[in-house]
Each structure stands twice: as C-alpha cells, then as structure tokens.
C-alpha cells in the first residue's frame, strides 16, 4: 500500500514538474525552464533509478535552495548589469511595437467604410465583412483577413450583402447579442494600416505614425520624417534627442556601478549609507555587547536569590515580535507629543533631526540586542574554570586584575564569533531601520531616496520598490552585490575565527 | 529593638553594600526592558487613541479601539492574522521537515561531496534572502506570467521562499543535535533489520521532538516577523497582508492618526509569542544560542 502512495506520489510529482517545465518553455522563461526539466530528471534518478540513500535526503531541500536562495543571488548579479526599471521591462521587439501599437492615428478615407457581420456557422466565430480600398470586398478578423471574390458574394436589391459562400451576414438586431466579440477585433491590413469597429456599422482605419525599418534598425515619423536611433540605453532616440517611450531591457555594462561611483548626485548619498550601515553595525554590536557583558556581571552573583526573574524581564525584547515593537517605539519617539518626550520633559526631534534620528535607532537597537548579549556573556562567564579564578585569588590578584586579565579575555575570546555573526546580521537590520524612521529624515540631494538612517539594505528596497523616480531594479540590483560583498566579507572573517570549518573536517 | 537588631546584622549589612545597587540596576534595566510593551498595554485600552494624550494608566478605560480593530473592513484584522498562520505555519513545517532530513543524512551517513554540502549550506547561511529581494521579486512575477498562483499576491509562492530556505536556516542546528544522538541506537536498529528511512522515522525523529519544536518555534518567529521579503510578494493589498505587514499601515505616514487600534493589534499578535516564549524561555534561548553559533 505504502508503496503504491510512494510510486504515485513520485510519478505525479515529475509530472506536475515536467508540465510546469513546459509551461516556462512556451513562455520564454528560459533558465526557470530547464531548470524545471532538470528537477524532474533528478528526481527520477534520485528516488526511482539510484540506490544510493544521501541523495534521498538532500535533494528537496537542495533544489529549493538552488531555487530560492542561489538563484535570486545569482539573478541579482544579471539584473545589475541591465537598465530594468519602470519603463525598461520589456524586451526590444516587445517594445517597438508598443512604440508602434501607441502612436496610431486615423487614416482619412474617401468614404466610411461600412461593415457586416457573419458567424461562421462550424466554429461560431465572428467574421466582418467590409468594403476596403476601391471596389474590393474583404472578410476577416483579428485572426486573418482575406480578399473575397465578387463570385462568393450575393447582394440584395439595396447593394447590401446578403450572403457570404452561403453564410448568412447577421441582421442589424443580431448584431448586438455579438458585441463584445465585434469589440475586441482588430483587422491588420497592408502597410501596417488596421481596422477597428468604432461602433455597429463603421470601420476606423488608423496607421501608426512611426515606421519601423529592422533592417537599419530605425524607427521613422512619416508625418515629420523625424528618424529614431536605438542608444545604448535601450530607448529610441532622435537625433535632437527626443526619447519614444516605452524603452525596453538593455544591458548597460557596468554602468549602474560605475554610475554610483562617478555621478555626484548618486555617489554622495550613496556613500553616507555605506558609512552609516558600517559605524551603525560596529556601533551596535559594541554597545550591546559592553551592556549585556556588564548586565552579566552584575547579575551573575551568587548571593542574589531574583537572578532568574531578572533574566526573564531581560529577555522580554527578543519575545516581543521585532516588528511590532519597533512600530511602537516610532509612536514613542514622536517629537513633543510622544511619550518618551513627556516623560523626560524634552522636547526632542527624534525622526526628523538627522543625528536624533540615529540616536532613536540606536536605543531601539540596543534595546533589542542587549537581552541576546546579556545571554551570551552569562554562558561566557560561567563556562570560566572556576580553578582559575581560584588560582587567581590565591596569587593576591585583586579583583580589578581578575577581570581585566582573566575573565574579559576569556569571555571574548569566547563570544568573538558571536559577535562577529551579530555585527553581518546588524549591516541587514531592515525592519529597525526602515520601521522605525523609513531611513529618514531624507537627504535634500539624493532624489528623495536616501536618508540619514538608510543602510544598503533599507536604501535598496526603496529604491527597487518605493522609488521617487520609478522603480529602479537594475540599480538597486548593483547595490544588493555591494551588501552581498559586504557581508560576505566580515562574516568570511567570523567564520575563520569560529574555526566551524574544523568540524566539518 | 528586633529592627534595630536586624538593621545592625552582619547579614544585612551584606545585602546593602553588596546586593542592594543591583536590584536598583535591575529596577532601571526592567523598565528600559519591558517600556514598548507598557505603553503597547496601556495604548490598547486608552479610548483616546492618540498618543500625545496618553497616560501609562489610561484615564478613559475602555475596548473602544479592539472594537475598532476588528470592524475595520479596509484593514481586516482577522484575514490579516489568518494569512500570517497560513504562511507562518506552512513555511515552518516546510524549514522543519527538509532541515531535519537534510541534517539526517548529513549527520548520519558518510558520502561523496558530504563536506562539500556542509560548507556550502555554511556559506549560503551567512547571505540571508532578504539581501535579494529584489530578485526574489523579478522571479515571482515571472512565475506568476505562467502560473497565476505562484505569481506576486498569492501566499504559495512567499511558503515557498521561506520554506525553500529550510537548508540555510536551521540545517547546522538539527544536525548539530542528531550527532549528539548515540549511534549504536541506529546499528542496534540496522541488526534488527531496519532501513535507513525507518531509523529515521522511528529512531531520530522521536528523540528530536524538542529540537523540532524548538526551531518550528523560532522558524515560526522569525515568519511572522518577516517584514521585507513578506511585504514585496504580497504586496500592500488589505485582504492579502501579513499581521506584522498589515499593523504598520495603522500608522504608516501620520503617525498617531490610528494609534488605538494599532496598539489593540499589537499586542493581541504579541500575547501569544510573548507567552510561548516565556513558557519555553529555557529552550528557545539555548536554541537561539547554539543557532547563532553555526552562523
């Protein structure tokens, strides 16, 4: 029984697997495609065709990783060298004939050109039937359109049609029940000239104004006979300078890095965060630690009978959803009225003066990493020898000594790692930052993206999505690979000091 | 004559110099500790509502603003806290289950690439998701061109980017207490006659229960908490938010505007955590620790 489940459960999911692979296939979706194709092979070799049990075990977890984790880190890489932004999304062909497609306008006929309705008595579809261009008749839809011969019409006395190669053309009151079909279709005729019902009875031919020659790769306005050029920013572009909208997603090199370094009004903000995302981590880490070590020292003491009730009050930030308190510390950070200020009797503004503002996320900070320092330092401490205090003691040490050249040591020696992982985890401290002040108060010079809180993170959300000027993916891509580096390198540095490396081998 | 007696004691003498100022440290770090969570109480049943008017004991008493909370039908609290258990709980057991196959095999068997895979879980750890964001984004909503309900706005995509992380999250962790398991359980096991995925079934999952629920729970945590990646795919529509996504837009811009109900909403999501945490305060933090520790 358990068997069957197993074989059915296996088998369906390749299928699903396969079917989504398909899917991505038709739809361009390359990479997601043959990655699709790739799972479902290596389930079948896994879990039908290997004897081998590792792999067994691994695998679900290693291709969802591969998935959701490795591939947004790898994706971000490609996003950063391309322009991909509001208005920069879709491919160039994409583009052009959305160039193509807005810019149409009417075109004067001789006469209106009056339509027909017939239903194609098999398929049920709706045909028009019109006069166009001189004396010939034509039928057609959004599907295709054809030239009829003057043999397959019937006309009545009127001049009206009557029938076409035996079908009957629809009475003006049962043209109606068939409207939302007759609305929708667009008949392409020669030249690029299309044909749209603008109500039951008449056909609009329009013309898009530009023209699109693929073979010079030129886009031109036949009424001025301006010319547009792609440039290498993927728009369309005129030789006064004129940009057709909407551009497509270009690759630009390396400019959204070397943007960042050498445009001024990109570099200046940019290298206040930087700066802040640093000194805030080292700042935050240092204060913490300084003030859990020493929480630990005061309430590691034998004689105090409360110790656990003070270490359960302690830990109460780390139990409160982080979100959630930051949203109330904002509420009391509120200049004048907000409740610290009353309290205090100050009046002190906490989210719009740049250097309050860093100061609030400070103490919130603080207030939400000293419960894990406080707990770290106490596990320091006590996992000291007590033999070698004793010794200590023995050899007259005063307790001023013991400390500073036995116990701090020891304990940060022990608890460096910690730290070292504490400080990659602060340089990510969205929700602190972006919950508490959104980054702000905004810098005057950096287009209304970066404040005097921001860190890389908080900065490159707003900018990919919260953006002054449109969302920009492709910057805020390059910024990611910037934090990726940064965090890469400090916690590379942890990691050897954790020497975790020798418990893998 | 007793006080006088008891004043002069040796015993108390001790308590004064040595005991006294860290309680009156204490005092001070407990009100520095538990201030967001006073003023979130007191907020939550000031009918007021405001916070340049409120007191720590409020003088309007009342449940106005829970009342609020609950009939606000642009931010509908309990769709709210339905779509956070949803994913929350989905991508928990998700984390869960492949972290503790993973760390099985990991732990138990001896293979080709074994290190490889350790290392490379280590490295991938020290990157979280939220650094890709952007990413993550760009890809759901290719998904979401061929498959509407992975596509932005639906939870089974976002259970899936959280769960999917299973081997960056708390792999090391599990795998760190399944070698702490004795072996010769297992090769008494194998003898009788048991194969690998029985051992695993039978033998290490009971033994680990507390492991297991002890990261669910911090899995479970770390979710509902999850501001970014969270906000980013479901986006900011009132029926599809999270909890956590949807209180901010309480206050979100004038700040004080609906501080009643934003407090109301608080610290109704926080009763719960705070209780479990304080129930299992001695396993959560050790998990919390030795968690850390692996990166």
Same mark, same amino acid.
Not at chain 1, 195 to 205: S, Y
Not at chain 1, 235 to 245: A, I
Not at chain 1, 333 to 361: K, M, Q
Not at chain 2, 274 to 288: R, W, Y
């Given at each position: ?107 004067? $006929? ?14 049920? +579809? ?67 000239? $299309? ?8 056909? +609009? ?5 530009? /023209? ?7 886009? $031109? ?55 802040? $995302? ?90 939400? /990493? ?136 | ?145 061929? *498959? ?28 760190? *207490? ?18 690998? *995925? ?51 837009? *309480? ?45």
């Amino acid at each position: 029984m358990s068997k069957i489940l197993r074989y059915l459960l296996t088998y369906g999911l390749i299928t699903l697997i396969l079917v989504m692979a398909t899917k991505f296939l038709q739809d361009r979706a390359w990479f997601l495609s043959i990655f699709f194709y790739l799972s479902a092979s290596l389930i079948f070799s896994t879990y039908v065709i290997s004897k081998k049990t590792p792999g067994k075990y691994l695998l679900p977890g290693v291709l969802l990783l591969c998935l959701f984790h490795i591939y947004p880190a790898f994706y971000s890489g490609a996003v950063a060298f391309t322009n991909d932004s509001n208005g920069h999304q879709l491919s160039k062909t994409q583009a052009i004939d959305a160039i193509l497609q807005d810019s149409k306008i009417p075109v004067q $006929t001789e006469l209106p050109i009056n339509y027909q309705v017939v239903l194609k008595d098999s398929t049920r +579809e709706v045909f028009l039937v019109f006069k166009y261009s001189d004396s010939f008749y034509w039928i057609g839809n959004s599907k295709s359109v054809v030239k009829l011969d003057q043999s397959q019409l019937k006309f009545s006395i009127n001049g009206q049609i009557q029938s076409v190669d035996g079908q009957k053309v629809l009475a003006s009151d049962q043209v109606e029940r068939y409207i939302n079909q007759i609305q929708n279709i667009t008949i392409k005729m020669a030249s690029e000239i $299309t044909l749209q019902p603008i109500d039951l009875e008449t056909l +609009e031919a329009s013309q898009p104004v530009f /023209t699109y020659n693929a073979s010079v790769d030129q886009l $031109t306005n036949i009424l001025s006979g301006e010319k547009y050029q792609p440039n290498d920013n993927g728009q369309m572009v005129s030789d006064s300078g004129e940009l057709l909208y909407p551009g497509w997603k270009a690759n630009i090199g390396w400019r959204n890095f070397t943007s960042v370094i050498t445009d001024k009004e990109m570099r200046t903000p940019l290298l206040a965060v930087l700066t802040w $995302t640093i000194v805030n981590a080292f700042l935050i880490v240092t204060f913490g630690f300084l003030f859990g070590l020493v929480l630990a020292l005061i309430f590691n003491y034998k004689h105090m009978r409360s110790k656990r009730f003070y270490r359960t009050i302690f830990i109460i930030p780390l139990a409160i959803p982080s979100v959630l308190s930051i949203l109330v510390w904002s509420g009391l950070f509120t200049a004048e009225t907000g409740v610290i200020d009353r309290i205090f009797h100050i009046s002190t503004p906490w989210l719009t003066d740049p250097w309050w503002a860093r100061v609030a996320v400070l103490i919130v900070e603080l207030w939400s /990493t000293f419960p894990y320092m406080f707990l770290i330092s106490t596990g320091a401490i006590q996992a000291i020898p007590s033999e070698i205090l004793e010794a200590a003691e023995i050899d007259g040490a005063s307790p001023t000594k013991t400390f500073t050249q036995i116990k701090l040591p020891l304990v940060v020696r022990t608890v460096a790692p910690l730290l070292i992982a504490s400080g990659a985890m602060a340089l990510n401290n969205f929700g602190a930052i972006y919950l508490l002040t959104g980054g702000g108060p905004t810098f005057s010079n950096s287009n209304g993206n970066a404040g005097a809180t921001d860190i890389l993170i908080s900065y490159t959300y707003k900018l990919a999505f919260n953006g002054q000027e449109g969302n920009n993916y492709g910057l805020a891509s390059a910024l990611s690979i910037l934090n990726f580096v940064l965090v890469g390198a400090i916690s590379l540095y942890g990691l050897r000091k954790m020497k975790t490396m020798e418990e893998i081998n | 004559m007793k006080i006088a007696l008891l004043l002069d004691s040796k015993k108390f003498k001790f308590w004064m110099r040595k005991v006294l100022w860290r309680h009156l440290v204490g005092f001070v770090v407990v009100a520095f500790s538990v201030f967001p969570l006073i003023w979130m109480i007191s907020g939550a049943f000031d009918v007021t509502g405001q916070i340049s008017t409120q007191m720590l004991i409020p003088t309007h008493k009342g449940l106005d603003n829970f009342v609020q909370l609950f009939s606000n039908s642009s931010k509908p609290f309990l769709i709210w806290t339905r779509n956070s258990m949803v994913v929350a709980i989905s991508a928990s057991v998700m984390q869960v289950g492949i972290g503790a196959l993973a760390a099985y095999t990991l732990s138990r068997h001896r293979f080709k690439g074994r290190k490889l895979t350790l290392s490379t879980i280590l490295i991938v750890q020290m990157f979280p998701q939220l650094l890709a964001a952007t990413s993550l984004f760009l890809i759901i909503n290719t998904f979401g061109k061929s *498959f509407m309900f992975l596509g932005l706005g639906h939870q089974l995509p976002l259970i899936l980017v959280f769960g999917g992380s299973a081997l960056g999250v708390n792999t090391w962790m599990l795998k760190s *207490f399944f070698d702490t398991l004795p072996t010769e359980i297992d090769e008494a096991a194998k003898i009788d006659g048991a194969d690998h *995925f029985q051992i695993f079934r039978k033998i290490i999952v009971p033994l680990a229960t507390p492991i297991f629920v002890v990261t669910f729970l911090l899995s479970f945590i770390g979710i509902l908490n999850e501001y970014l990646i969270t906000s980013v795919i479901l986006g900011l529509d009132g029926n599809k938010m999270t909890v956590a996504v949807g209180l901010q837009q *309480f206050i979100y811009g004038q700040y004080g505007k609906n501080w009643g109900p934003f407090t109301a909403g608080a610290l109704l999501a926080t009763i719960p955590v705070l209780t479990l945490f304080i129930f299992l305060q001695k396993h959560l933090v050790s998990g919390l620790v030795s968690g850390s520790t692996k990166g």
